[in-house]
């Protein structure tokens, strides 16, 4: 029985397609700065969001400590939401490694965070206070995509305020292809952007933080000291490569399953379900039968997660005949 892995769209392995990539790169020592396909993806993705320069890390969680890092020091604030994958999702790191404060904000039900809530938590500059520096947004973030209206204003506000801004695009992509927009409309509006090849777009790891060419030569320092200097690093940034020229379109797919998922979901007793807007499934499951599920999926090859609520994610390695099994599966422990 093949495994239905749908506990995140970081399980996906590398196709044959990018395996092969991966090892015809060319490759060099990229602490050195002479791995010309680290150098050909930073490049690349730097065009492709529209900034001036590009850096490679090993992970997301990297990627935005070194830009939170670079935005501000000691002693200054970032604002971000409760459910913020940097806020709550990296282990503090912004605060223990780079003495900055979080602010964290309640998201609306659309997974921003409202206009009012940032204007106002943004601190006079008084020495009770830390200094805030930086408004932090997530997209899509818990599955949501930002409405570009609402990403234009939020940070117009921040430039207002004096604030930096920076984006956790991890899934930048597939917000830019749900709403059918070249994914540096989004990032145009942000100082920094850092998004994932690791996730829908099938790489095993990297991620690579943009922005102006001053602000990545300052991060370059911090990368290194956080022990993000890889060498012959054109291995994984093959696979980077790879990704933004195949595996971007496709997203489509991973949203239309997300889709399949929920209608055949739909209805079953107990389950409610969150509509899909990408590749990211919530469902909230009262009564009996909750206690039960996780193991009876397991039983049945189905992998999900479950820490806040029920959480379904589609990707490359997961195809309609995987959703129908979950959905049977589901049917099954809660139609009996
Ligand atoms: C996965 C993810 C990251 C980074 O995760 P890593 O596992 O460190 O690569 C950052 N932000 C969001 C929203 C994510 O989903």
């Not at 490759?27 to 900034?51: C, H, M, S």
Request: glycine content about 10%; overall charge negative; aromatic content about 4%.
């Amino acid at each position: 029985m093949s495994v239905v892995d749908l506990r995140s769209d970081t399980v996906t392995r590398p196709t044959a397609a990018m395996r092969a990539a991966m090892h015809d790169a060319e490759l060099g020592d990229d602490v050195f700065g002479d791995d010309p396909t680290v150098n050909a993806l930073q490049e690349r993705i730097a065009a492709v969001l529209g900034k001036e320069a590009a850096l490679f890390v090993p992970t997301g969680t990297q990627s935005n400590l070194t830009a939170i890092m670079t935005h501000c020091g000691r002693g200054d604030e970032y604002i971000v939401g409760q459910m913020a994958h940097t806020y709550r999702w990296e282990g503090g790191g912004a605060a223990v490694l780079g003495s900055v404060q979080p602010q964290p904000l309640e998201h609306q039900p659309d997974g921003t965070l409202a206009l009012k809530d940032i204007d106002a938590a943004v601190k006079p500059d008084d020495s009770h206070f830390a200094r805030s520096r930086l408004l932090c947004l997530e997209n899509t973030i818990g599955g949501k995509v930002l409405p570009l209206a609402y990403v234009a204003e939020a940070t117009a506000l921040a430039r207002r305020r004096g604030l930096a801004t920076h984006l956790d695009g991890a899934r930048l992509f597939n917000a830019a292809v749900k709403l059918e927009v070249p994914a540096r409309d989004i990032a145009g509006h942000f100082d920094s952007v850092s998004v994932c090849f690791s996730k829908g777009l099938g790489a095993p790891a990297g991620s690579c933080l943009v922005g102006p060419r001053d602000f990545i030569s300052a991060a370059h320092r911090w990368r290194k000291m956080l022990g993000g200097g890889m060498r012959q690093a054109g291995v994984l940034a093959a696979a980077a490569l790879h990704a933004l020229d195949h595996h971007v379109e496709r997203l489509d797919d991973d949203h239309a399953l997300a889709q399949r998922l929920a209608a055949g979901l739909q209805g079953l007793p107990g389950l409610t379900i969150e509509p899909p807007q990408t590749n990211i499934l919530f469902a909230d499951l009262q009564g009996e039968r909750a206690a039960g599920l996780m193991a009876h999926l397991k039983s049945r090859g189905i992998l999900a997660t479950g820490l806040y609520r029920l959480r379904f994610v589609t990707h490359l390695d997961v195809d309609a005949d995987g959703v129908d099994r979950t959905i049977s599966a589901m049917r099954e422990h809660l139609q009996a």
